[in-house]
């Protein structure tokens, strides 16, 4: 408790705290203490002998000196967690705050406490008339009026944590939420497996929970998912779930006994909207009972549910995801009843990044109980495995889901290498370096110009053949410079498993990687003398996959600053990547060595000690963990050199971390009623201290933003930006814009803000500490060009986030706007808008603070550009205008520095599209060595959109600029085309990705489909950054099998709908005139997708592209067809589609007609045969 409030005698939470808690039947000891660093420790009050006397902390006071409480904490061992108190207005101004926190406040009511573990924060009260508003001459204390309903479900949380510790385990009870629409799937998570890990470690435990294996999971996900993709047979599927124990029956009544409870201005809307829940597609008729059904997968003690999804039905669900303008829907609630009540679970697991619920609609930061984000999950503990590396997201779901995290691992790493056409066009090099002058030598030229080009390299590079003529030599050393970096980037293997470490193989490649460069220099070197007897016959196969093979032409040529960071490596032999043996002999051996001295177990991990019982078999991990320690240094270490001792010392520390892997672990402990300890996040390759994982996550003070490293790595970046802009166009850019999101500023500190800062000439002042406190103007004569106009987007997140962020920027915009100066881009296009903005009836005083506005963002509680979904409905919509007034009428609520103004939006004009006229450059950083351009949906949808909607009001795209922050030490920026270009190479159309994604099974397919949608948003959104080959390699890799990895094989033995969805991508591309496939491609997908829908069932529910394929079949000449949309026999279930404010989606009508006679197909046949001869000669036209 404060101090403060008892010495007022203003106790009335407290008192109304103690009351329930009482009443409850437990007990209660209020305590305080003193408000200093050097106050005496407190934990005399609470505990006895090191015993903790209490099961679970209320805080009520101010977190100050968090790393303190943080160790006090983890002494006290039990879950602390946190009660506000709002201070800008009594109970209904805060009921009526959108924003929930403000955001001053937020470093202090939310960082803080989060540094220091503290859990659930929950507003239970509130300063009538507000802290603000009593002036400094009333030395009254403030009257705090009690939040009843917060005060009571805060409690009950409380109670719910401590019942984990004392029910016995046999008896407990665990619902464990997947995401998916038509597969279950995570980022980066391994979830047939993970779910394996956790059962197998909670049956250890002594949970009523059997030990299956991962395809128990994964050989149901499709049945429990399918009645909420597939509506043509729901109604006949009901009965056949229940009977097969793949689906249970919840009573309405029950579930409308909870719902009637709430209050009537919670329920009324939903009613309202969407009507009573009989009319679910879900609802179902028993014996004269109503129901809902509930698919699920029950292991015992264990339920896995899919979330629920966003509507009444399966359109609706995709198109609101993340919308927060639509009520919580029946099915949604009484999804999270069945498992919170009716199941009667003790703790809900969310697994893997991420689900919906922290988004649902209400309070920006802290919601309500409520709020729709509450209101599912209501009381129930709530815990969360979140990938290590993407902490932005896991502080919304902490801080708007009430959850706890527990970070787990990112998929292995190594060098990607070099392979197939790289490897025989770095062979080339080699043989024209050592050639003599003359007609080979030229000939040899020729051929690496043809093989560049042959292989689409130089077109990756943006090389002309006139370019390369006019200055091969110059050539040369650009190609040798772009295949040193293709081989030494970062390639991500495979997926995590909850629990788990990889594969020794990739455990020591991962850490070769996180020892970085200058390790991978000294530790070649030392290689290449040191390990003779291991380097391999210079005579390889580069064309051969299977060939595992190490290019020792490294021993015979040298290259100018060649670090050979798997530069030779040219197939998936990752132990002949440099850095391996060292990291192997040196870092691995030797501290499985010192384990062994402690431990004669020492060959299993910390988290893993259950895995020996997990079989291996064709599509899952080897989970044995064993390191082959028959390799011997070759000489001792103290023997090396001091810098790469050096090394080795540091890489057995990040191995040590490695393997203290917590995940498992610390579930068990959460589920005991555990506090969980508190880390950092992050890339484990930029951020090795974000291992171990299994730990609950924090974010950073975000006052600091942008840090002075940042804003010295930003300054370097867009100065560069702006004079190759310059240079190439002959002017400075006019207009900057720049995709704002809390993920990469929790990775980089303010990076991309500092850039937008210093485009404008200004720079932020620090205050000792180092938080940022104002913003100066960089005088003219110092900056020495123009002043470059800004606009900045906001994702949802990032303004949930970072609110202070935002006003800080929108005052220092408002600096540049007001200042009188020539070249002051800024002020010039402000004065432009505010003339227009009065000539559109805007009023002056409004018309000059709007013209100032660079900052957009969602409407105040919603989330979501809208782009991806509807991208994604790419039957829906014909003209990719659509989802850009879908994007700026979602995307365009102002911020500015007046907070009575936050998130407004004028009636008839388009401020956001006013703003984005005349960008030149859009920006965005990517700081992750995980996430690319294609690792999910959100980098088209929101940086990409700004091409489409920049494109829509200019009718020109700007050009896409990515600032790559992967590597501090080289950072850098590049067209967006580029970094595309190499994703692709690395990974997508990369050997040993593909073979390390099919290791996954099920979840490897899931992933490598889930990236061909996200490179069709991208060819949506900006067809300049993706070319006709590049979907060409799709084709021939993961249809025509151009690797000889078997991946027809592989698709229909794991998940066969995976691959249909990737034909369904490509033959969209060309149904819609993004593709120019030739005949013979389009022909053999339109077999190979007819052929996996009749052989696996899969659900075809894209009308057009159903008749695209059946007319190109009958063109062709072939005898197959799709079968024709079924009758939908649950139609009279379904909730009536509403429109969703922000979606312009068309309905399309779908035909049930399911015959069609002879004479109109010979027509149609010969029309199609027609126009196919046509389009042919035409394509033909195109390449003369």
């Not at 009257?143 to 984990?164: F, G, K, T």
């Not at 997968?297 to 509507?311: D, E, K, S, T």
């Not at 808008?833 to 900052?855: F, P």
């Not at 993961?1038 to 709908?1057: G, M, Q, R, T």
């Amino acid at each position: 408790m404060q101090r403060a409030s008892i010495e007022v005698m203003e106790t009335g939470v407290i008192d109304a705290t103690i009351a329930k808690i009482e009443a409850s039947g437990a007990q209660v000891i209020p305590f305080f203490f003193e408000l200093s660093p050097f106050a005496a420790q407190y934990g005399q009050l609470i505990q006895e002998q090191d015993n903790t006397l209490v099961d679970v902390i209320i805080n009520f006071r101010m977190i100050h000196w968090a790393n303190k409480r943080k160790k006090e904490f983890e002494q006290f061992g039990v879950p602390v967690m946190q009660a506000l108190t709002y201070f800008d207005g009594g109970q209904q101004v805060w009921e009526n705050d959108i924003q929930g926190i403000s955001p001053g406040m937020t470093p202090f009511v939310l960082v803080l406490p989060e540094s220091s573990g503290v859990i659930n924060p929950l507003t239970v009260s509130a300063v009538k008339g507000g802290i603000s508003g009593r002036g400094e001459e009333n030395d009254e204390p403030a009257e705090i009026e009690v939040i009843d309903y917060q005060v009571d479900h805060m409690v009950n949380r409380a109670l719910a944590m401590v019942s984990l510790k004392y029910k016995a385990n046999n008896d407990k009870k665990i619902a464990v939420m997947v995401w998916g629409g038509e597969d279950m799937g995570a980022s980066f998570l391994n979830v047939p497996d993970s779910l394996h890990t956790l059962a197998h470690r909670l049956h250890s435990e002594g949970y009523d929970i059997a030990p299956y294996e991962h395809d128990f999971y994964s050989d149901r996900a499709k049945a429990i998912l399918e009645p909420f993709f597939r509506d043509d047979r729901l109604g006949e599927k009901m009965d056949e779930l229940v009977a097969e124990g793949l689906a249970d029956l919840l009573p309405l009544d029950d579930y409308f006994k909870w719902f009637n409870r709430l209050p009537i201005h919670i329920t009324q809307p939903i009613m309202d909207y969407w009507g009573h829940p009989k009319n679910s597609f879900m609802a179902m008729e028993k014996d004269g009972e109503h129901y809902l059904l509930m698919p699920r997968i029950q292991n015992g003690n264990m339920v896995v549910l899919r979330q629920p999804p966003r509507a009444d039905d399966k359109e609706q669900a995709e198109r609101i995801y993340h919308d927060k303008t639509v009520p919580i829907n029946h099915f949604y609630l009484a999804g999270y009843y069945y498992a919170r009540e009716y199941w009667a679970s003790d703790a809900i697991v969310h697994l893997g990044t991420h689900g919906s619920q922290e988004y649902l609609y209400g309070k920006e930061r802290v919601p309500s109980i409520y709020d729709d984000s509450n209101l599912a999950v209501w009381d129930t503990p709530i815990l969360y495995p979140f990938i290590v590396d993407d902490v932005g997201e896991a502080m919304q779901s902490k801080r708007r889901g009430s959850a706890t995290i527990i970070s787990h691992m990112t998929p292995p790493f190594a060098a990607a290498g070099l392979q197939g056409e790289l490897a025989d066009i770095h062979n080339l090099m080699h043989e024209y370096k050592a050639l003599d002058e003359g007609g080979v030598k030229v000939k040899t030229a020729q051929m690496i110009i043809d093989t560049c080009y042959e292989h689409n390299i130089c077109d990756d590079m943006g090389l002309t053949r006139e370019v390369i003529a006019a200055d091969y030599g110059a050539f040369l050393t650009q190609l040798h410079d772009y295949m040193n970096e293709l081989s030494g980037l970062s390639q991500p293997l495979g997926l995590h498993s909850y629990g788990e470490l990889a594969r020794p193989e990739l455990v020591i490649s991962t850490l070769s990687q996180m020892l970085g460069t200058e390790f991978l220099s000294a530790a070649a070197e030392f290689e290449t003398r040191a390990y003779q007897a291991e380097v391999h016959d210079g005579n390889h196969e580069h064309g051969n996959h299977d060939q595992h093979n190490h290019d020792t032409d490294q021993q015979n040529h040298q290259h100018d600053d060649d670090s050979d960071h798997g530069f030779h490596e040219t197939q998936s032999e990752l132990e002949q990547l440099a850095g391996f043996k060292t990291v192997r002999d040196y870092v691995v051996a030797a501290v499985d060595a010192e384990v062994d001295a402690k431990d004669s177990d020492h060959h299993q991990y910390t988290d893993a000690h259950h895995h020996d019982n997990v079989p291996d078999n064709e599509h899952s991990h080897d989970h044995s963990n064993e390191h082959d320690h028959s390799h011997n240094a070759p000489i001792p270490i103290e023997k090396l050199s001091e810098d790469l001792q050096a090394w080795v010392t540091t890489g057995q520390d990040y191995y040590r971390n490695m393997r203290g892997i917590k995940e498992l672990d610390n579930t068990v402990a959460f589920l005991r009623g555990e506090y969980i300890p508190v880390t950092t996040g992050g890339d484990p390759l930029r951020h090795p201290d974000s291992l171990p994982t299994g730990f609950n996550l924090y974010g950073f003070d975000p006052s600091r933003v942008p840090t002075k490293a940042a804003y010295e790595q930003g300054t370097e970046l867009v100065e560069q930006i702006i004079i190759d802009y310059y240079n190439d166009n002959g002017r400075y850019p006019d207009k900057l814009a720049f995709s704002l999101w809390s993920i990469e500023t929790m990775r980089q500190y303010g990076v991309l803000e500092a850039q937008a800062l210093r485009a404008m000439g200004m720079r932020p002042v620090w205050s000792r500490d180092g938080r940022v406190v104002d913003s100066e103007i960089i005088p003219y004569a110092e900056l020495k060009r123009p002043r470059v106009d800004i606009v900045l987007s906001s994702t949802g997140l990032y303004r949930d986030a970072f609110p202070n962020i935002m006003q800080y920027l929108a005052k220092a915009i408002e600096k540049i706007s007001a200042l009188e100066e020539d070249n002051n881009y800024i002020r010039l296009n402000s004065l432009r808008i505010a003339k227009e903005l009065k000539e559109q009836g805007v009023e002056n005083e409004e018309a000059d603070y709007l013209s100032s506005i660079r900052i957009f963002s969602n409407a105040p509680g919603q989330h979501g550009s809208g782009v991806d979904s509807t991208t994604f409905a790419s039957d829906t919509w014909d003209d990719d205008s659509v989802i850009a007034d879908i994007y700026l009428k979602k995307m365009g609520y102002y911020y500015g520095s007046d907070n009575s103004r936050y998130g407004k939006k004028l009636d008839n004009v388009d401020l956001y599209a006013q703003q984005l006229s005349g960008t030149d450059i859009a920006l965005h950083s990517r700081s992750s060595n995980l996430y690319g351009m294609l690792s999910t949906d959100d980098p088209f949808e929101y940086f990409g959109a700004l091409s489409l909607a920049v494109r829509s009001i200019d009718g020109a795209s700007p050009t896409m600029m990515i600032s790559n922050l992967r590597n501090p030490s080289k950072i850098k920026a590049e067209t967006a085309d580029k970094f595309l270009a190499k994703e692709l190479r690395t990974r997508n159309f990369h050997p040993r990705w593909i073979s390390e994604m099919m290791v996954e099974g099920y979840s490897g397919a899931v992933e490598m489909s889930a990236r061909i949608d996200n490179f069709w948003g991208w060819q949506v959104v900006d067809p300049s950054l993706v070319r006709d080959d590049q979907w060409q390699s799709f084709y021939e890799v993961y249809i025509e099998d151009s690797l000889d990895l078997a991946i027809d094989e592989f698709f229909e033995a794991v998940n066969p709908n995976a691959q249909a969805r990737m034909l369904e991508r490509m033959l969209e591309a060309v149904r819609k005139d993004y593709w120019a496939a030739d005949e013979a491609t389009l022909q053999a997908m339109v077999e190979r997708y007819i052929e996996i829908v009749e052989q696996f069932d899969h659900y075809v529910d894209n009308e057009k592209l159903r008749e695209f394929t059946n007319l190109s079949a009958q063109g062709f000449g072939l005898d197959l067809a799709l079968p024709p949309p079924q009758n939908n026999s649950s139609a009279n279930q379904m909730a009536n589609p509403e429109a969703v404010e922000g979606q312009l989606l068309e309905q399309q009508n779908e035909s049930a007609e399911g015959e069609v006679e002879w004479d109109k197909i010979l027509l149609i046949s010969l029309l199609v045969i027609t126009l196919l001869m046509i389009a042919g000669a035409v394509r033909q036209a195109r390449k003369l």
